[in-house]
Every structure is written in C-alpha cells, then in structure tokens.
C-alpha cells in the first residue's frame, strides 16, 4: 500500500459537499469600482446598473476560493493559478441585489506537472431565482494527485471557421492589478508584491486571470452581442499563461456554428505580443 506523506496530500473532505450558503449585496460603488477596474466604457457598466459578465466571479470568490486554497497540500497552497472558467448565465447582475451562493468541489484531476481542482458554484436570487452558474478550475503547481477523483473541467464541443470574424487589441495600465484587487477582492500577492511573483518563479507582479478575461470579454461581448450582456448565456475560457500589466493583449473571435439548445456560438482566443495565447478554447453562446 503506498503511504502518501500528509504534507504532500490533498484534503478531499470537502469533495461533493455543498458548502453553507454565502449572501453578497450587489453595492452600485462595487460595480463603479469593477468597470473601472476593467477600462470599461459601457455606459450601463460604467454607472454601476449592470455588471460586466466576469463581475459573476465576485460573489463567488468568498466561497470558492478557500476550497481551493484549503483542499491542496499545505506546502503548494500558494501555488494555485487559475485554469479555467466557464459562467452560464441566467440573468446578469444588477446594482441592489442580494445574491446567495455555495459551492462544491466535483474533481481534482492530476497533471505532468500538478493538479487541477474543479469546483461548481451556484449563484441565486435570495429568493431562489438562478442568476449564474460556473465552474472553477484552479492549476496547483507541483502538486501531483496520486489518483483522479470526480469529475474534470466541462468540455467545449465546436468546430470553428478557419479565419477569425474580428480582431481586437488592447493594453493595460501599469495600475491594473492594484485596481483589480481591490475591485475583486483577489488579493493573492502574486497581484501587488514583485519580490513574493518572484520568489514564485514569475518575473514580477502579474494580472488577475479574471482580469484578462474581462478585457477580452468587452471585444467578445462588442463583437458578438452589440454590448448587451442580456444575450450571453455561456461563457468559458482556458487560462494559458500568465499575462503582466506591460503586456499587450489581441483576442481573435471565430464563428463557431450553433449550439446543441440552437444558440449561435463563437470561439476566442486572446494572444501576447510574441503570438504566445494567454486565453485559450474560449467559446461563447449568444441569444438572439
């Protein structure tokens, strides 16, 4: 029988388990300071109405992300990079509501180089009305599951047109992570401390994932839906590599075909400078 050292385990206790339910009060300031925090210019964005897509992942962040800091080895817990993201949206988020959301871990997968944790989070009205589900994958660096257990990240089924529809580029400001956290609520100091990005083996401070996202879902959401968030109903990403404030971004969107419930779909895929992808197998179901 092999006997895993306890330093190097997985705590998988919580695997399949509801958490306890966590309220969120959508604050307008909150919104204002997200939009901000992602250059936003929509106007119903910008004066704190609606939230953009991506906000979703802020009422769940309390939730969900001390599964996935807890449930690692207690030597890599500082090591997790996000992996992938992937919102079906119900309705979008707008400034007064009170959201309700738990979560449960469903799978921890392992990889060549470490593993990955799926957790789903359900996100309702306080009245029960579903307002977004997802699923977070996190990447823990180096820390390798000795087996497979539940389920792995959802997969995305399309076939895409070889030329890309549109083509958009974009830059950050040197403040964007600083912002970003304070917006999110993300303060993992990979964000804000060069000397800790360092020590992690990055070349300085890098951006929120999320943030990223963000950026490129304004060209998707412009490109494919006319700005309207109202007409996304799945959203998902593959986080590829790491992206700093000095970077510039150019997302390429793709048709994709039709959905299996009869949505028009399309694939993104958000590039560095040097052609290196930082988003990858994105796809995006729109409602006409």
Request: aromatic share 8%; hydrophobic share 40%; glycine share 6%.
């Amino acid at each position: 029988m092999t006997v895993i050292d306890p330093e190097l385990a997985f705590d998988t206790e919580p695997l399949f388990i509801w958490s306890e339910p966590s309220t969120f009060v959508v604050d307008r300031e909150r919104l204002v300071a997200y939009a901000n925090a992602t250059n936003e210019t929509r106007a119903e964005f910008v004066s704190g109405d609606v939230a953009p897509p991506v906000f979703n992942v802020v009422p769940a962040f309390q939730v969900i992300a001390p599964l996935t800091l807890e449930m690692p080895p207690p030597a890599k817990r500082l090591l997790g990079l996000h992996g992938e993201q992937d919102f079906r949206f119900h309705r979008p988020i707008e400034a007064g509501m009170r959201l309700v959301t738990r979560a449960m871990p469903i799978g921890i997968t392992p990889r060549s180089t470490g593993s990955l944790i799926t957790v789903k989070g359900e996100t309702t009205t306080e009245d029960g009305t579903p307002v977004v589900d997802q699923f977070v994958t996190v990447f823990i660096r180096t820390a390798i599951s000795p087996e497979k257990l539940g389920e792995e990240p959802p997969t995305r089924d399309y076939v895409r047109d070889p030329e890309p529809l549109a083509e958009l580029s974009q830059s950050f400001d040197v403040d964007q992570s600083f912002r970003y956290m304070g917006a999110s609520g993300d303060v993992m100091p990979l964000h804000s401390d060069n000397t800790f990005a360092q020590r992690a083996g990055f070349p300085g401070i890098i951006l929120h994932g999320n943030c990223t996202f963000a950026f490129a879902t304004r060209s998707v959401l412009e490109t494919v839906a006319g700005g309207d968030p109202r007409r996304i109903k799945r959203l998902a990403i593959r986080f590829s590599r790491t992206v700093t404030p000095y970077d510039t971004i150019t997302t390429r969107i793709f048709s994709a075909g039709v959905s299996e419930s009869g949505r028009r779909q399309y694939s993104f895929e958000t590039a560095l400078a040097d052609g290196t992808l930082c988003l990858s197998d994105g796809l995006v179901e729109v409602e006409d």
